[in-house]
């Protein structure tokens, strides 16, 4: 398994690649690292919408965005991370690292 002591800085460079590739479309993301799984979830509330569906274009900067930030392990090829797009406490979208790896 990965380990993300040795990165204390790594919240904030996800975060900071998240508000890059989105262009602060929503507020500041909050990022937790599960260091048994070693896995970054990041978490960003949105306010409610007609549509609450996220543009592809726009999933796929955001992972493109976090595959260059979150480090690969041996036992992923990709590093392991989540986004989770939530709505007054409701889950209505996720993003993997694999959705858009190229």
Not at 8 to 16: C, I, S
Not at 40 to 56: A, C, F, L, N, R
Not at 86 to 98: A, F, K, L
Request: glycine share 4%; hydrophobic share 40%.
């Amino acid at each position: 398994m990965g380990t993300f002591s040795s990165q204390p800085e790594l919240p904030e460079r996800v975060a900071a690649a998240f508000v890059s590739a989105t262009a602060a479309r929503w507020s500041f993301p909050q990022v937790e690292l599960y260091e048994k799984e070693a896995l970054v979830m990041v978490t960003v509330e949105t306010q409610p919408s007609g549509g609450k569906e996220i543009d592809p274009a726009v999933k796929q900067a955001i992972a493109k965005a976090l595959n260059k930030v979150v480090p690969a392990d041996s036992e992923h090829q990709l590093g392991l991370w989540m986004v989770v797009f939530c709505c007054e406490g409701h889950v209505y979208e996720t993003i993997h690292p694999s959705e858009f790896n190229d």
